[in-house]
């Protein structure tokens, strides 16, 4: 048999090792709860993020379609009126109209341009495909408003600007859906 002190430090120690079990166990109970939140928030943050890349690049590449598209609808007008432009030394009335609608469609487009480049990376491809595609854009338009358009050259910078189109999908995409 045990003496009497022996039995009260055995329950004692065993009471006290119960108790550290249940601190420890608490403990990383807690631990994986807290680690679970965190992930949980760290996957909210990046589909947030994704949404809002998918917005923004979204929203750019719909203002640059309408830009194209306004820049275009001004070289038909221009060719179909030259005649008049020419004969009377200045831009007829729709030819002046789509040329500020189209002014106006690239000014909107290029103040798109700042969400996508944070979202994206200032230096990501696809801003940096956007910024050119608006450059693009900006010189057809210059062209187009020369009193003698140069329309070989208009054209060559519209195609450029929708090639561009084409990669700052494809690279928005990619970047999008890799997360």
């Known amino acids: 048999m045990l ?31 807290q680690s679970e939140g965190e992930r949980q928030r760290r996957h909210e943050r990046r589909e947030g993020l994704r949404e809002r890349r998918m917005l923004a690049a979204d929203d750019f590449v719909t203002g640059l379609v309408q830009a194209i598209s ?16 020419v004969t009377v030394g200045r ?17 909107e487009t290029h103040n798109r341009y700042p969400r996508l480049a944070l979202l ?5 491809t696809v801003a940096l495909e956007s910024e050119r595609a608006l450059n693009e854009l900006r010189h057809a338009l210059a062209e187009l408003q020369e009193m003698a358009p140069g329309f070989d050259e208009a054209e060559a910078s519209l195609a450029s600007a929708e090639q561009r189109l084409g990669d700052i999908y494809e690279n928005a995409l990619a970047l999008i859906l890799r997360g």
């Open 70 to 85: 306004a820049t275009r609808e001004l070289g038909g007008l221009l060719k179909d009126d030259a005649h008049a432009i």
């Open 91 to 107: 831009w007829t009335k729709r030819v002046a109209q789509a040329g500020a609608e189209a002014a106006r469609t690239i000014d």
């Open 3 to 33: 003496p009497a002190w022996a039995t009260v430090v055995i329950a004692v120690t065993s009471a006290a090792g119960g108790v550290v079990a249940g601190i420890a166990s608490t403990w990383l109970r807690i631990r994986a709860e």
């Open 120 to 124: 994206f990376k200032p230096k990501s």
